[in-house]
Nanobody, 124 residues
């Protein structure tokens, strides 16, 4: 069992930045790949970014490439998502999740545990 808690969401103006953090419980965090997803009202949950178990492999959705950076610190059991150049379309609830897959898949159903989400609102 892994418990995940996101933090760092909030209200920011367009063009601004936020850094989301995901804190994981348990001693096996390093055996999971981490993914960040988001869900806007009326939309399906969509993949944003993912990082492999030791942090050397990352993948991003096309709409965040060059703006968002995913990272992790296995010693601290945390995963972060640095979000720059935010725009109104980035407004959503952001979730972190972990999967026992070696690489971070872009599909919701492949993740084993989820956090409760943190709201990100970008004003235009």
């Amino acid at each position: 069992q892994v418990q995940l808690v996101e933090s760092g969401g909030g209200l920011v103006q367009a063009g601004g930045s936020l850094r989301l953090s995901c804190a994981a419980s348990g001693r096996t965090f390093s055996t999971y790949a981490v993914g960040w997803f988001r869900q806007a009202p009326g939309n399906e949950r969509e993949f944003v970014a993912g990082i492999g178990r030791i942090g050397t492999i990352t993948r991003y959705a096309d709409f965040v490439k060059g703006r968002f950076t995913i990272s992790r610190d296995n010693a601290k059991n945390t995963g972060d998502l640095q979000m720059n150049s935010l725009n109104a379309e980035d407004t959503a609830v952001y979730y972190c999740a972990v999967t026992s897959a070696l690489l971070p898949p872009p599909t919701v159903f492949e993740y084993d545990y989820w956090g409760q989400g943190t709201q990100v609102t970008v004003s235009s």
